[in-house]
């Protein structure tokens, strides 16, 4: 059986405007595919299929001092890269009070 894993988000997929999402950098740490997407709201976000089987923004899931939301926040087309060293992610996002920084997450 062959899905589109962004109708696996809860109301129509990544973008329900009908827009192409342009999934980019598919990236897989520990068994957990990360990519680039954009939903049509927020812009170019990280996003990740979580054990569920669903797409979700990373930084909806990160509690306490979170990624920003919004076209500046991930952008690959500045740094682009998502790279697994050892089961962490790096990439590059900017935030409230730091501006574009180097970030990681332990998968």
Do not use: C, H, K
Request: no cysteine.
């Amino acid at each position: 059986m062959v899905t589109i894993i962004e109708d696996a988000v809860p109301g129509s997929g990544i973008n329900p405007a009908g827009l192409n999402s342009n999934p980019l950098l598919l990236t897989d740490v520990n068994g957990t595919l990360y990519f680039r997407a954009n939903d049509g709201t927020n812009g170019n976000e990280l996003w990740r299929i979580n054990a569920s089987g669903q797409a979700e923004m990373v930084e909806d899931a990160l509690p306490g001092g979170r990624i920003n939301s919004g076209g500046s926040s991930f952008s690959p087309f500045f740094f682009p890269f998502l790279t697994n060293v050892s089961g962490t992610l790096y990439f590059a996002a900017s935030d409230d009070n730091n501006g574009r920084e180097l970030w990681r997450i332990n998968a």
